[in-house]
């Protein structure tokens, strides 16, 4: 017993040392940080306490709630949007039809492809005037959009963008299904239910651990989006998609002022985790573990 | 593509302790010439072996160049090696990144508009104005005026190699074309505004063949644009200096935008595009392809440009010339360049002001100048005809209008760059950039959009580097 422990702890050596000195420890770093004026061109740093969190929440940085809102907004777009489109696509994958894992590996594909490459197909798709997108809309005599060029339909297009890559939540979707026993839908064709008997007494119920995991991981991503501003708006037009990951980095690398960058981090930070305790806590009524309650 | 950026500060902490890994066992070279007893005092001559680090970004042609500069240097100075590094993308936070892990290098390019300021305002660089003073080859009067940045008078820290300015690119067939007179070169012939705008439309052509001041003529559908005018800072300061106006008032207190002089010409490029349609909207401008292409492809007919552009142009086979841009009240243009800086910490101040020099040479950087991407520093090579000629003279890069409405320009018109003398300018701009948005798109006029962002503008105001 004493020896498998030793293994095991050998075993997850690399991971644990791994998060130890690359997260946990700048994690303390940054918030020992953010309680200082750490600019990395001064020489001098000094505690200023708290202050770096007061002027944040005083209302004398606009662009801290810009920013806030900016992402929030993003984050109710694109978490559903992923969550539903990438089950339809994942049970649409389930189907036990011809080339399924050509659909498969096509789905998957954007996934792979590098974030840079992927954000010019997307502005050239978006160009407003001679982009693909605009062209099939007035092909079809519908209203053309400015996308990522104006302040209005710049969050909505960012979305559109990030759910080319959704093709992991796909899979993992789509192991979750995977693991639904044959038997059950049996059950129900035994008592005559049709296909939405077995995906809302079924498939939903029994997927709906994954589906825990999927909507976690995809708030937790949306939060933290940058590269979709770094690549394809820069923040603009008029501030409208000045994403708080991109505007801590602006803050952090552009204007130097770490301390003040780490504050912010540690905002978000705080976010995500009273996010992610809201939806576990929440969790106990609709996720349904197969083995009884959670242990 | 969403896990990568878990936290950027991760990410910095791992930057920073990989540098103090690569400072500490990386680099044994530096560290035993810079614990033998020598440098500040020596003159280059010292016959000691030494190496100079140096950091550059920059297009494979610059490197080239550096690197020839260098090979020069190091044949006159055979006891000094130069180790060059190209830090091609991010090139600031690397920089930053070096400065945090005390591991920088001796010279570094650097770019007035990002953290070359706020690295000289911690007292990271020398003071090269001691070595402008002494120097017996260059000093302020051989220069080009406005490429020195000063952190305050008196105070040097950086010096450009490379100089630019901006001029009016055209098509040649185009204007043969449609029967009209090509803009002018001299800057004594040089269009009024009206003038300007009145030959654009004439070149503003929708996709069924009507001109801009044709009263049918379709905006939506506009084939070829009379001129297209970038909405960079770079490019429309030009008219606001002209028209006689500024980022921030003489003194350094007050935020300038707002002024008559500098609305007035913010107002005018926006009309252009809102108003007389013959200048690409920034939306419409996503499609027009960099200014030799656009020119070449009859997109648009003129281009305000830097000076750059002529490398590319260059190699694009059709007529293209450049004439002066048109003048509001003052014929002016933005001169903007990088910099060479040196850093405090370095062991070696004469030697790297020696290789600085060396970098600045126009002789060094000649492929860059002939190839149209730079101009040269000095002075003499613009005054002195032989020397002009090696720059100007049977080269693609230089049409016939190039001596008149760039060299002749670049000499008696320069204005500095904004980013060299507006403290903060950075903070300022970010409040200025999203209100200029609206104006571009015509949806606010210049006047309310820059009042309604001038108090906050104005917090960030902080003063002029060029008075005390």
């Known amino acids: 017993m004493r020896k498998g422990l030793w293994y095991g702890l050998l075993f997850t050596a690399p991971a644990i040392l791994g998060f130890v000195i690359f997260t946990l420890g700048p994690m303390i770093a940054s918030l020992v940080l953010s309680l200082t004026d750490f600019n990395v061109f001064k020489d001098q740093t000094s505690f200023v306490g708290f202050s770096n969190y007061a002027r944040l929440f005083s209302g004398e940085d606009e662009l801290f709630y810009q920013s806030l809102g900016v992402t929030f907004y993003f984050v109710i777009l694109r978490v559903p949007a992923v969550i539903i489109i990438s089950f339809a696509i994942a049970l649409l994958l389930n189907m036990n039809v011809k080339g399924r894992s050509i659909f498969r590996t096509i789905i998957y594909l954007p996934s792979i492809v590098p974030a840079i490459a992927s954000a010019m197909i997307w502005m050239w798709l978006m160009n407003p005037d001679l982009g693909l997108l605009n062209s099939m809309l007035s092909w079809l005599h519908l209203p053309t959009s400015n996308w990522l060029y104006a302040e209005g339909s710049v969050i909505p297009s960012v979305v559109l963008t990030t759910l080319w890559g959704i093709g992991s939540t796909v899979i993992i979707f789509l192991a979750g299904l995977s693991g639904i026993p044959q038997s059950y839908y049996e059950a129900i064709e035994v008592d005559g239910g049709g296909w939405y008997s077995k995906l809302r007494q079924i498939t939903i119920p029994m997927v709906t651990p994954t589906l825990f995991f999927n909507t976690i991981m995809t708030i937790i991503g949306s939060f933290q989006v940058f590269n979709e501003a770094y690549i394809l708006t820069q923040g603009g037009p008029n501030n409208r998609s000045l994403f708080y990951v991109f505007y801590l980095w602006r803050t952090g690398f552009r204007d130097t002022e770490m301390g003040y960058a780490s504050a912010l981090a540690w905002i978000l930070f705080i976010i995500i985790m009273v996010f992610t305790y809201i939806i576990f806590r929440t969790s106990k009524s609709w996720v349904y573990y197969e083995g009884g309650e959670r242990p | 593509m969403k896990r990568q950026k878990k ?10 302790v990989f540098v103090t890994v690569m400072t500490a066992c990386g680099k044994p070279g530096a560290n035993s010439d810079s614990s033998s007893p020598s440098g500040s005092s020596g003159e280059a001559g010292s016959k000691e072996n030494i190496t100079l680090r140096m950091t550059v970004w920059g297009s494979p042609e610059e490197v080239a160049a550096y690197k020839f500069g260098i090979k020069r240097f190091e044949e006159k100075f055979p006891n ?26 001796d010279i570094a390019m650097m770019e007035s508009a990002s953290i070359a300021f706020p690295l000289a305002e911690q007292g990271k660089f020398y003071n090269l104005q001691e070595f402008l003073d002494k120097d017996e080859f260059i000093n302020v009067d051989s220069l080009v005026p406005n490429i020195i940045y000063s952190l305050e008078p008196g105070n040097v820290i950086g010096i450009g190699p490379g100089p630019e300015s901006f001029g009016l690119f055209y098509n040649e067939d185009i204007f043969k074309d449609a029967g009209i007179e090509p803009p002018p070169s001299k800057l004594s012939e040089a269009w009024t505004w009206d003038e300007f705008i009145e030959v654009a439309k004439k070149l503003t ?50 935020f300038a935008l707002n002024q008559p002089a500098a609305v007035e ?16 909207s920034p939306v419409q401008a996503k499609n027009i392809p960099a200014t030799n292409v656009a020119l070449q492809t009859k997109k648009v007919a003129m281009a305000i440009d830097g000076q750059w552009a002529t490398a590319g142009l260059a190699q694009s086979n059709f007529n293209f010339n450049v004439g002066v841009m048109p003048v509001l009240k003052e014929p002016v243009t933005t001169v903007v360049c990088g910099m060479f800086s040196m850093f405090k910490s370095t062991k070696h101040p004469e030697e790297a002001w020696e290789l600085m020099k060396a970098l600045i040479d126009p002789e060094a950087s000649i492929e860059m100048i002939t190839s149209g991407t730079w101009m040269p520093s000095y002075k003499n090579w613009y005054t002195d005809s032989d020397m002009l000629a090696k720059w100007t003279e049977n080269l693609d890069a230089r049409p016939s209008g190039y001596n008149d409405a760039i060299v002749e320009v670049i000499l008696t018109k320069g204005h500095q760059t904004p980013t060299g003398y507006v403290k903060n300018f950075n903070k300022i701009m970010d409040i200025v950039n999203p209100a200029l948005d609206k104006v571009w798109l015509g949806q606010q006029t210049a006047q309310e959009a820059m009042d309604s962002i001038a108090a906050k503008a104005q917090e960030q105001v902080q003063g002029r580097r060029d008075i005390k």
Do not use: C
């Open chain 2, 265 to 280: 010409a913010l107002q005018k490029i926006s009309d252009m595009m809102n108003v007389h349609h013959v200048s690409p």
């Open chain 2, 205 to 254: 052509v929708d996709s069924k063949g009507r001109t801009a001041d044709d009263p049918n003529f379709d905006p939506k559908n506009i084939k070829q644009y009379g001129v297209s005018v970038s909405t960079w800072w770079g490019v429309y300061s030009n008219f606001i200096y002209s028209n006689g106006g500024d980022f921030v008032s003489e003194d350094g207190k007050s």
């Open chain 2, 80 to 105: 000094i090696k130069v180790d060059l590094q190209h830090i091609a993308a991010d090139y600031d936070t690397k920089l930053t990144t070096m400065v945090a892990g005390n591991d920088v290098p």
């Open chain 2, 7 to 16: 936290s950027v500060l991760v990410l910095v902490a791992l930057v920073l």
